[in-house]
């Protein structure tokens, strides 16, 4: 930084230029598109459908709208943003809205220059100080977002009518930067129309003093789409101010949705305890977050967020290592009976349809069975399927549940070997946790497929032939 020029002169002299906020982002886009970066990072699912669009919209110099329900990355894709922004910005020192030294804007700025000139002192700031973003509430005002009159300043002696006065809002202290709004549509109106004042006419009036501000800013902001409608509460002016409108979605598939949970879910780390999680459990997890996006009983317009399938994948893995603890197993291996657990963490995260008000736990439970049965069919061939029911001839029965060791499903294998190779190539190996853990999977599933009975009380279960 020391070697960065220091005064306005010295900034000149350096051949640094000025340019508008959407240009230096697409430039910096330019140059990532070119060497095939992603523009987000970490971003799973939207390649072919999101991300081209972001493209588009930050080479065309537009200001954006990202429509989609809630957990859909919208706001990590407005915030990734900053990384398109130049790391270091000149600007007028003491500035509070980014004056750009060779065009300043604010009284503050202008004076300091027209008393120093080219001795005016230049600071710079990182880009991350150069975001701004406001979750809109109802209760937002003209002074969040754009500013008001300091009575402190106004009590030293200056007049209202002085520039000086004023307390800039988040708009004019995010110029030359990123300003982002967060659920747009619950702004009331006439902060609508304040807000499209600044970003278009360029000038606001706060406690009737009318200040010109010509800021330099790229708007981003996000909405439901069901709120972000003409008879919405969205103004009409201000929806045309956006150039371009994303519409973001869900993983369109299990695989994906998966990844995301993988790439988000946090690890559960305790010593003595190793962790592993069957593919056919994290396929359950994933598949009832999809299943919920589908079924009827559940409110869509709120939308079913990844969110859901990452709590439930954590929630999973918590209920296994607990049983481990107090099984005094090292490994904690997910199962069927861990599945009770989901019901705290996706009850949070889903709303139900009116008509089905007081039934939540049975709707959570039908969409967990539906969930094991889809992955149990994709999963299982119909002539193992045949194998495992041939093995519950007779009197067999087999008890299953969070209170059952690892070591007695190995006892059962021993006992009904029609169960083995099914079981085995699920566990992908002969540990005693994938062991329980597929065979689990396996019984109920032949459960759920109406090949054995099944009796539960509490925590245990108990499956025989029809």
Known sequence: ???????????????????????????????????????????????????????????????????????????????SLVSLLDEWLPIVAGSEINDDPYHPVSRHARDVEAEQGEDTPIQWIHREHRFGEKLATPDTSIADLIGEVDPIRVAEGRYLSDELTLHYGLVPRTNRGIFAINELPDLAERIQVGLLNVLEERDVQIRGYKVRLPLDVMLVASANPEDYTNRGRIITPLKDRFGAQIRTHYPLDVETELGVVHQEAKPLEAAGLRVQVPEFMAEIVGQLSHLARASAHINQRSGVSVRLSISNYETLIANAA??????????????????????????????????????????????????????????????????????????????????????AYVETLSRLPGLRSSVLRLAQGESPGAVASATEFVLEGLHLSKRLNKEASGGRATYRGR
């Not at 598109?33 to 080479?59: F, H, I, K, M, S």
């Not at 009116?354 to 002539?383: H, N, P, W």
């Not at 087999?398 to 690892?406: K, L, Q």
């Open 1 to 79: 930084m020391s070697s960065r020029p220091a005064t306005l002169g010295q900034l000149r002299d350096s051949g640094w230029k000025s340019v508008p906020v959407k240009e230096e982002v697409r430039r910096n886009a330019v140059a990532k598109v070119r060497d095939g970066e992603p523009l987000v990072d970490g971003l799973l699912g939207y390649d072919g459908t999101v991300l081209p669009q972001l493209e588009n919209a930050l080479l065309a110099g537009h200001d954006i709208i990202f429509l989609g329900e809630r957990g859909q990355a919208k706001t990590r894709m407005i915030r």
């Open 322 to 407: 607990r049983r481990s603890l107090r099984g005094g197993e090292p490994d904690v291996v997910p199962r069927i009976s861990d599945l009770e657990a989901l019901a705290s963490s996706t009850a949070g995260k889903v709303e139900i349809e009116t008509l089905e008000e007081g039934r939540d736990e049975q709707v959570i439970e039908r969409l967990i069975k539906s969930a094991v049965l889809t992955v149990f069919k994709s999963r299982c061939s119909t002539d193992q399927v045949k194998e495992a029911v041939l093995a519950f001839e007779d009197t067999v029965v087999v008890h299953a549940g969070d209170d059952v060791p690892s070591s």
